[in-house]
């Protein structure tokens, strides 16, 4: 495959602040134009091929493939109407925990393109990925100092894939909708965890997957409220044919695809100066272990995630964690089509080949999808995917859609903002610093008296004295006095201000403490559940009227 260079147009994405507001890019009317562009992008790549199989025949086999794994998947929890012959296919992904609306919202936009095109929607369930907290935030407490509670929906467990991550106190994960409940009671009313719940622990008699659950049970509800999208988890993406090709591919050419992912990453990291190694991916190694591969490998006897190295020794391919594991995947020569069963009969021995972020999306993009749907975080790091595409594949790479919104809970507050801390912060300045802005003339002949100044004197004395020291031009020689005696008057003239000063510092108080609350309660990730189901469909299918 011959190589592209291009310069791609810099896109910056932050998540709208606004509450009920949505960031889609591009707009919704160029979408079409999008769309048109990824369908000319993949006649490009017909001429490309690998071991007889050309990109655009591998497309070809892993759109149907995908499809027919979603449809069979999604059909074993929920009805699945049936669908004539679809044109085009739309992707997003995500993993299935309890995430945000904003996050929600990309399923809804999937659904809105599927039915406006004649197309079928796909959500990729990422499986692939670790189950770090077995908790979510809760907002509780009342108005004036609420505060967040981890709630558990299970016992603590190692971090592994969700795909392998079990219930483990079954107590906790029944009690879980309750809990929330009672925490959410003084705060939100009628929040959807209410309906929410109860699906998850009917599906938990049949799934003992944290995550299927999780995500079967809000595809249900999908479901009820007219979206027509399809779910299939990633690792059932990885047990099909055409990503073992795909796959079979990048290992053969690991060489090659490590020098390009490495010399893309170092340019992404130098335009945006980023100077962690880690971000936002770890460059591939390369060590007696051999190449490493954008995929990650565990197994049936230890199931936790690790980076999967590629050998070639002589003719055989040889597979290898760095914690000894290793695996034969031909002793000597193969033909493509034996290497791709070799890669396909892993599971047999109990061993689990799943792809990481960047090879996950880049097999979605580039073979199965027409558009894919992206939120913040994987558009950013998918310019890194374009480079590689570019380069490795020799195409320009199929744009993608960035979608995030923000919704905050619907809890009534007196406004608050940090514009409001600043103003009450320049008055607690100007009382220091200008005291006499805030006595009246009235008070002019009222006597004072402070420790800096004994003899006997008015307020009215003491501005005056402090306009003629600012009046005087400042020298080398007065400086010093000129300097104290201003001090001297500000220190005299705040007796006069006791009750102003503290009025404003109570103020202060009551601003920090409500931007403490705001804080908390106009959070933007809260998990979907902890909403009422009416706000969530005014909001939701208010992005996507069509699914309606």
């Known amino acids: 495959m011959t190589s592209a260079s291009s310069t791609p147009r810099e896109r910056r994405f932050r998540a709208p602040a606004a509450d009920r507001s949505v960031l889609i890019d591009p707009p919704w009317s160029e979408i079409g134009d999008l769309l048109a562009a990824n369908l000319a992008r993949r006649g490009e790549a017909t001429g490309r091929e690998w071991a007889g199989l050309s990109m655009a025949e591998l497309s070809r086999r892993a759109r149907a493939e995908v499809v027919a794994a979603a449809r069979a998947y999604s059909a074993t929890y929920r009805d699945i109407p049936a669908q004539p012959n679809l044109d085009r296919v739309f992707l997003a992904g995500h993993q299935p925990e309890l995430f945000h609306p904003g996050v929600w919202a990309k399923n809804f936009a999937l659904s809105r393109l599927a039915t406006g095109t004649r197309g079928v929607a796909v959500n990729l369930l990422v499986d692939s990925d670790t189950l770090k907290r077995s908790t979510i935030r809760v907002p509780t407490g009342d108005l004036a100092r609420p505060r967040v509670e981890e709630v558990p929906f299970d016992a603590p467990g190692p971090e592994i894939p969700y795909e392998q991550r079990t219930i483990v106190d079954r107590e906790s994960w029944c009690t879980f909708g309750d809990r929330v409940q009672h925490h959410l009671a003084s705060l939100v009313r009628d929040p959807l965890i209410a309906e929410y719940w109860p699906r998850v622990l009917a599906r938990s008699q049949h799934e003992s997957l944290i995550g299927a659950c999780f995500a079967q049970a809000r595809h249900e509800l999908e479901g009820d409220w007219g979206l027509t999208t399809l779910e299939l988890p990633q690792s059932r993406v990885c047990a099909l044919d055409s990503f073992a090709w795909f796959a079979a591919h990048l290992f053969a050419e690991a060489e090659r695809f490590r020098s390009v992912h490495n010399h893309a990453l170092q340019r992404y990291r130098r335009q945006y100066h980023i100077r962690s190694a880690n971000h936002p991916v770890p460059e591939l190694s390369k060590d007696e272990n051999g190449i490493e591969m954008p995929f990650w490998i565990w197994t049936r006897e230890n199931p936790r995630r690790r980076r999967l190295y590629v050998r070639r020794r002589g003719a055989a391919w040889e597979l290898a964690d760095r914690a000894g594991w290793r695996h034969e995947l031909s002793a000597g020569p193969v033909d493509a089509r034996t290497f791709v069963e070799r890669i396909l009969a892993l599971p047999v021995r109990g061993v689990k080949l799943r792809s990481r972020a960047l090879a996950t999306t880049m097999f979605a993009r580039v073979f199965v999808g027409d558009l894919f749907i992206h939120g913040i975080g994987g558009a950013k790091y998918d310019e890194l995917t374009d480079a590689i595409v570019r380069r490795f594949y020799g195409i320009e790479p199929p744009g993608y859609l960035v979608l995030s919104a923000t919704l905050r809970l619907p809890i009534a507050r007196p406004p608050v903002g940090a514009d409001d801390l600043r103003a009450v912060d320049r008055r607690l ?61 500000n220190g005299c003239l705040h007796s006069a201000l006791g009750e102003e000063q503290r009025r404003t510092a109570a103020q202060r108080h009551q601003v920090v403490q409500a931007l403490g609350a705001e804080q908390v309660l106009a959070g933007r990730e809260y998990a979907f559940c902890l909403y009422p189901s009416s706000q969530l469909q005014d909001f939701l299918l208010e992005i996507c009227p069509s699914s309606r």
């Open 429 to 489: 300045r100007e009382l220091k610093f200008h005291p006499e802005q805030f006595i009246s003339e009235s008070r002019a002949h009222e006597p004072i008296t402070c420790s800096s100044n004994s003899n006997d004197t008015t307020i009215g004395e003491l501005i005056r004295e402090k306009k003629h020291w600012i009046a005087e031009s400042q020298t080398r020689e007065n400086a010093r006095l000129r300097c104290r005696a201003i001090r001297n008057v």
